[in-house]
């Protein structure tokens, strides 16, 4: 993504989950959009940015389990094979020596609804660099790889970093003959950080795969179009923010990059509204955001 040279910078952090902003001026700036409106919308868009953020990881660990649940392909925190036993237990460690574990019920193959606890105990730090600790508990209908599964999960204990997050989930598989599609829903989701710091966030999206339709059994090279609408409200230092997000061109997301890499998505606020960018496919961390002229660069983390 090209990079928007910058006249001055500003440094912003969300809970503990960083979206690192700096941000200019044009000369010719609308003199009606204020500094603390700009502040303000500046704000919900991090605080939207980072519930899809905690929210697409859940996304990505649910569908990765395994292929008999899930859709597999070491995606989300199966990044590497893990070891299964005979209890249906599977177990993942990381490079300091922390686990996590998985637990399926009942094992028996085929047998539906199954209940999963992945449970990261007191931590463990994924590949992507981020600490996962609590459970996260999933009720499948079916196997995910075939229309009409539902994936519901809600959380027990769960932090991602330092941030808790609560709500429920739900995956539900909507694929035609010739598409593979998701619905996803997030309802009373919720993020709070250690100062009590919080992003309330509901949303409504659609994933209909775009590429690696050509492995159905291997989910590492899919590549999803993403649309849809989410409401949210950030409450820093006592006082609260209200937004509405809208998909304007489909977000893309590749399971083998962490970040969207191509997509827009209108922000609103009151009556002022702001454009996130993700760019032009690039699997980086950069983003751009354009409120009323303003151009800010957004690192995501």
Request: a neutral charge.
């Amino acid at each position: 993504m090209k990079k928007i040279k910058i006249a001055c910078s500003a440094f912003m952090t969300l809970l503990t989950i960083s979206v690192l902003v700096t941000s200019c001026t044009k000369n010719n700036d609308n003199q009606q959009t204020t500094q603390q409106e700009i502040e303000q919308t500046t704000l919900v868009t991090e605080s939207d940015a980072s519930a899809d953020l905690v929210f697409d990881d859940v996304f990505d660990n649910v569908l990765g389990i395994n292929d008999e649940v899930g859709l597999g392909g070491s995606i989300g925190v199966f990044g590497r094979a893990s070891t299964e036993n005979t209890a249906g237990r599977f177990e993942e460690t990381d490079s300091t020596g922390r686990s996590f574990t998985v637990t399926i019920t009942p094992l028996t193959p085929g047998v539906f609804p199954k209940t999963v606890i992945i449970d990261f105990g007191t931590g463990y730090m994924g590949r992507d660099g981020h600490i996962r600790r609590g459970k996260v508990i999933t009720n499948f209908t079916g196997r995910m790889v075939e229309p009409g599964s539902k994936a519901t999960t809600t959380f027990d204990g769960f932090y991602f970093d330092s941030v808790k997050v609560e709500g429920k989930h739900a995956i539900q598989n909507k694929s035609t003959s010739n598409s593979r599609i998701f619905a996803v829903t997030v309802e009373n989701g919720k993020l709070t950080g250690p100062s009590g710091n919080y992003v309330a966030w509901n949303a409504a999206k659609t994933r209909a795969q775009v590429e690696g339709n050509g492995t159905p059994n291997f989910a590492g090279d899919d590549v999803f179009s993403i649309t849809g609408e989410s409401l949210g409200t950030v409450m820093r230092n006592g006082s609260t923010y209200q937004w509405a997000s809208a998909i304007t061109e489909p977000v893309i997301r590749k399971f083998t990059c962490r970040w969207a890499v191509k997509g827009k998505i209108k922000i609103t606020r009151n009556d002022k509204t702001g454009l996130l960018d993700y760019g032009n496919g690039s699997c980086d961390d950069q983003a751009t955001l354009t409120i009323n002229g303003n151009i800010h660069s957004i690192t995501l983390r």
